[in-house]
């Protein structure tokens, strides 16, 4: 599976939505996930994301964001329209721990 890490916090540019063939992609307040039993692993989501944040679960030390896109899949809504990322996204693109400070 693929999976949505760190960076897309508090950006959420939402462009990865567009091009998934199976529309697994989930909504939070500050980020998306990946449903990693919905993903087929063709991995069209990894360059369109502007913020670099879509990672093949292949890499290693990405168990914390596996059992992140796992849990709260399960929780978030679908989505698969594309919307305008939040208003402080450029300024937030690239911040240290995101997690730590502002996931939800
Ligand atoms: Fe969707 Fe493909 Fe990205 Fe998986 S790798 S989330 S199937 S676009
Ligand atoms: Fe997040 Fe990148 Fe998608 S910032 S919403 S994973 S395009």
């Known amino acids: 599976t693929y999976l949505v890490t760190d960076n897309c916090i508090r950006c959420k540019y939402t462009d990865c939505v567009e091009v998934c063939p199976v529309d697994c992609f989930y909504e939070g307040e500050n980020m998306l ?3 990693p039993d919905e993903c ?3 991995g069209v989501c990894e360059p369109e994301c502007p913020a670099d944040a879509i990672r093949p679960d292949t890499e290693p030390g990405l168990e ?3 059992q992140i896109n796992t849990e709260y899949a399960e929780k978030w809504p679908n989505i698969t329209v ?3 990322p939040l208003p402080e996204a450029e300024e937030m693109d690239g911040k240290e721990n995101k997690y730590e400070q502002y996931f939800s």
């Open 64 to 66: 914390k964001w596996l």
């Open 33 to 35: 996930v990946i449903h």
């Open 40 to 42: 087929i692993d063709c």
């Open 82 to 84: 594309k919307k305008d």
